[in-house]
């Protein structure tokens, strides 16, 4: 008899063969998640709308396989939610349909919303990342693992690499989360597991600290600042902070091999609400997603500025094995060439997950009302099925200055102190290559800008990646090729 673990990876690997099947897709009925989303939709592209059958189909067979309830999905292009769905019930008993407008406990999605508002302190002044924890919460203290450890920053609680415990209590056992008040009795009673920047370690304590210090910063409680300055801006109308909503779906328990799954009571995270304590929809992530592709100076749907968001998604911290890492808020993964940001959540009775391909500016969501609801593979389904294919279909074709003839004029060897490089003529293209090096595998392509000038495009950031390419010609020879500011002598055509 095959294990739900096997059954689950051979029913990815042939999700992953039908994609490549699939070829070219896209997306579906979109919806502007903000006012200026452009005109352009890739909903109704064939190839978007023949990946959503192939996902949905998958969706269903996860749902009878693996006893889910249901679960809600969404894709966000840009600005626009292209396409969302519901799978299955939100209530098993009153037979309640799963819908996108559907609510759920996002668990540890609360941590972008915290990351969030303490980068909108930050870029007001109030507080630095390198501020100690203790500037602001002077009652917080922590058992040091060494007598020398340097003191917890804000920018290490939210990179996970503070070293702190995961927890500060049994609350996922009882579900009883301690108070605020609690709270500071009970963390100087824990010891740190490592020194701040030893490794990459998950820990709610640390959002949680960082939740108290937006309180002690702004003056509002933490519900009370996600709210105003965070939901209201992008119109997250259905989101909350701990509280037992209408329209919430039912929670359920894992599926166990000797009974039902059990109906997962409601539980407030009181004082850890930052880390694990938001409700939401998928069209009101989607408003959150679209809000990470935004540029320009924070103000209204922007709610931080361009600068702050490229700090929140870029790896702060790597896993020690180097297989992920965490910006600020943020996990940071790669998948063959892409490198995506995003978040999962786990509450009782839920299991949620947030996927971003920044570059190609396509955001997708899960959310799932099953304590074994495999929100993260089934994200990843949905990225390389729905989501690649609206990646596809609005992506703009990038501008191209045609072929000039004359700069086969370029190609040559050339010769410099550091070595030698040459200029070689493709299918209407230069590139560069090192003669002397052991393998052709990376090429330096130059691409024109117009002019007999190109740019240096190098796979990789080393040398002078991205600067300006010119040649310098006299009496009609080519006698100089400067990169930057370095230059190489032509030695031969």
């Known amino acids: 008899m095959l294990t739900r673990t096997v059954v689950s990876r051979r029913v990815r690997r042939s999700v992953v063969a039908l994609v490549l099947i699939v070829a070219a897709l896209a997306a579906s009925p979109s919806r502007p998640l903000a006012q200026g989303a452009p005109a352009t939709d890739p ?3 064939p190839d978007v709308l023949g990946a959503r059958r192939l996902f949905s189909a998958w969706a269903e067979g996860q749902l009878r396989a693996h006893g889910y309830p249901g679960m809600a999905v969404g894709v966000v292009s840009d600005q626009r939610l292209v396409w969302a769905a519901g799978f299955g019930l939100a209530n098993l008993a009153a037979k309640v349909p799963m819908t996108p407008r559907t609510k759920f406990r996002m668990a540890s999605h609360s941590k972008l919303f915290t990351a969030t508002a303490i980068m909108q302190l930050r870029e007001q002044g109030r507080l630095r990342l390198d501020d100690p924890v203790s500037k602001h919460l002077p009652w917080f203290a922590v058992k040091a693992p060494g007598p020398d450890d340097t003191p917890v920053t804000i920018e290490e609680l939210l990179t996970h690499s503070s070293g702190l415990p995961r927890e ?3 609350h996922w056992t009882t579900f009883d989360f301690p108070t605020r008040e609690e709270l500071k009795a009970l963390v100087p009673n824990r010891q740190a597991a490592f ?18 210090i937006v309180e002690q910063v702004s003056g509002e409680t933490w519900a009370e600042y996600v709210t105003r300055h965070i939901y209201q801006p992008l119109g997250m109308a259905d989101s909350s902070v701990d509280t037992d909503v209408p329209g919430l779906a039912t929670g359920y328990g894992r599926r166990m091999p000797d009974g039902p799954r059990a109906i997962m009571p409601f539980i407030d995270a009181r004082g850890m609400a930052a880390a694990t304590g938001i409700t939401s929809t998928v069209e009101d992530m989607a408003r959150f997603v ?7 100076a924070a103000g209204g749907e922007r709610i931080l500025g361009t600068a702050s968001l490229r700090e929140m998604h870029r790896v702060r911290m ?5 297989s992920r890492g965490n910006g600020i808020g943020f996990d940071v993964t790669r998948n063959r060439d892409t490198v995506y940001v995003g978040h999962g959540g786990s509450y009782p009775g839920y299991i949620t997950h947030t996927l971003i391909d920044l570059t190609g500016k396509v955001g997708v969501i899960v959310l799932t009302n099953a304590q074994d609801g495999d929100a993260g593979g089934i994200v990843t389904q949905l990225m390389n099925t ?9 992506a703009s074709a990038p501008e191209k200055v045609t072929w000039d003839p004359a700069w086969s004029r370029f190609a040559g060897l050339y010769r410099g102190r550091g070595g030698d490089s040459h200029v070689v003529e493709l299918n209407e293209t230069l590139v560069i290559i090192n003669p002397e090096g052991a393998n052709l595998d990376r090429p330096i392509a130059l691409e024109p800008l117009g002019d007999g000038t190109f740019r240096y495009a190098a796979p990789v950031g ?15 020879q080519v006698v100089r090729m400067i990169t930057g500011d370095s230059y190489v002598e032509r030695v031969r055509n």
Do not use: C, H
């Open 290 to 296: 679209s809000a990470q592709f935004r540029k320009g």
């Open 386 to 394: 729905v989501g690649a294919a609206v990646a596809k279909a609005a």
């Open 462 to 476: 080393g040398g002078p990646v991205g600067e300006i390419v010119r040649f310098v010609e006299e009496n009609g």
């Open 318 to 322: 790597m896993e020690n094995n180097w």
């Open 195 to 212: 020194a701040p920047e030893t490794r990459w370690k998950y820990s709610n304590l640390a959002y949680t600290l960082a939740g108290l």
């Open 168 to 170: 500060a209590g049994d």
């Open 43 to 45: 909903a109704a592209d």
